[in-house]
């Protein structure tokens, strides 16, 4: 067989599929690669989103305590040691309200986990407007 009668490389069927299998799975890998960073990113930017919550929720009620606290002195004439009990049982209390409301927030959230695993792309995009919705203040009319 002469040079003429060989097919060319390129224009061999084994050659092609081959190619096309290589650059089919490059695609396939590239896509998985790229859907967990872009999972990976949203899990750090929900993490660093929450970590700012935490710490201004931290401050909001550090604050209202020193509030609360001093309304208290103010207004009942607390001594120093009443002040000092009255502060202690200001943080215990709002020590087992965050407690509290982080198991609520953790319930929420696994709650929202559930539910997103029985719907469809298209149900969650939905579901993530109608809770978007539900967390907006009402507007007043």
């Known amino acids: 067989?002469?040079?003429?009668?060989?097919?060319?490389?390129?224009?061999?069927?084994?050659?092609?599929?081959?190619l096309l299998l290589i650059f089919l799975v490059g695609a396939a890998a590239g896509a998985v690669v790229m859907k967990l960073a872009d999972r990976a990113m949203v899990a750090q930017a929900m993490t660093?989103?929450?970590?700012?919550?935490?710490?201004?929720?931290?401050?909001?009620?550090?604050?209202?305590?020193?509030?609360?606290?001093?309304?208290?002195?103010?207004?009942l004439n607390l001594t120093p040691k009443q002040t000092e009990q009255v502060q202690l049982?200001?943080?215990?209390?709002?020590?087992?309200?965050?407690?509290?409301q982080d198991q609520m927030d953790d319930t929420r959230a696994l709650g929202k986990q559930r539910i997103l695993r029985v719907?469809?792309?298209?149900?969650?995009?939905?579901?993530e407007k109608v809770m978007s919705d539900l967390q907006k203040p009402p507007s007043g009319r």
């Open 48 to 75: 660093e989103v929450a970590h700012s919550r935490e710490t201004a929720k931290s401050a909001d009620l550090a604050r209202n305590r020193d509030l609360t606290l001093q309304h208290f002195k103010t207004e």
């Open 1 to 18: 067989m002469n040079y003429d009668d060989r097919q060319a490389t390129w224009q061999n069927p084994r050659v092609l599929g081959l």
């Open 119 to 127: 719907l469809t792309d298209e149900q969650k995009l939905k579901f």
């Open 89 to 100: 049982i200001l943080d215990d209390f709002l020590k087992y309200m965050q407690t509290l």
